[in-house]
């Protein structure tokens, strides 16, 4: 059995909890998620705490699905009690990000804007300085696809470190040509 599948899911005040057949719904103070339920996994709410359990099948084929199902749930309850989040970073010289209504314009070292239509469900927001975007949601999922959407566009290059990377994230930096060529050519005689 899951490690991760075991454990209990703590349902905070602020979130109603509904199980209908083999859907389960949350609302809280930051929205409504579903998650449908797979075949042979089942749940129940005892205490104040969300237990999912194994109803029976292959257990090879249910076991894959046993931790996956509680980790999806969990996510659903924190989403709609605090929801997610993710801040990027936009690194270079004229690089920016600005909203225009409904959509995310950024401008990033093309010959042309870049622009992203903002799913619903989510909210983004930039700083003045243009070069901070966070990106809110009460769904894990979407959040992170949009984020690693935006990424994708432009990734953080290791020789100057332009590009967008994640707040915090570490990028292996290399010596350039001249750096390399300064030692290289000394060595030989």
């Known amino acids: 059995m899951s490690k991760i599948g075991k454990q209990p899911i703590p349902i905070p005040e602020k979130v109603k909890l509904a199980v209908l057949g083999r859907q389960v719904s949350a609302e809280g103070p930051m929205g ?3 998650y449908d339920l797979p075949e042979n996994i089942g749940v129940s709410v005892k205490d104040n705490r969300l237990f999912v359990q194994m109803t029976g099948g292959e257990p090879k084929l249910v076991r894959m699905d046993f931790g996956t199902t509680r980790a999806r749930l969990s996510n659903i309850v924190q989403g709609v009690s ?15 990000a600005q909203l225009q209504g409904n959509k995310l314009n950024m401008e990033l070292g093309f010959s042309h804007p870049v622009l992203f239509d903002i799913p619903p469900g989510l909210k983004v927001e930039v700083d003045p300085k243009q070069t901070l975007l966070t990106i809110k949601g009460t769904d894990k999922i979407l959040v992170g696809d949009f984020a690693a959407r935006i990424r994708r566009v432009r990734p953080p290059e290791p020789y100057q470190g332009t590009g967008i990377r994640y707040q915090g994230e570490h990028v292996a930096r290399k010596a350039g040509k001249t750096a390399a060529g300064a030692s290289g050519g000394a060595a030989k005689k």
């Open 82 to 96: 605090a929801g997610f989040a993710k801040v990027l970073e936009i690194s270079g010289l004229g690089y920016k």
């Open 32 to 34: 409504k998620l579903s």
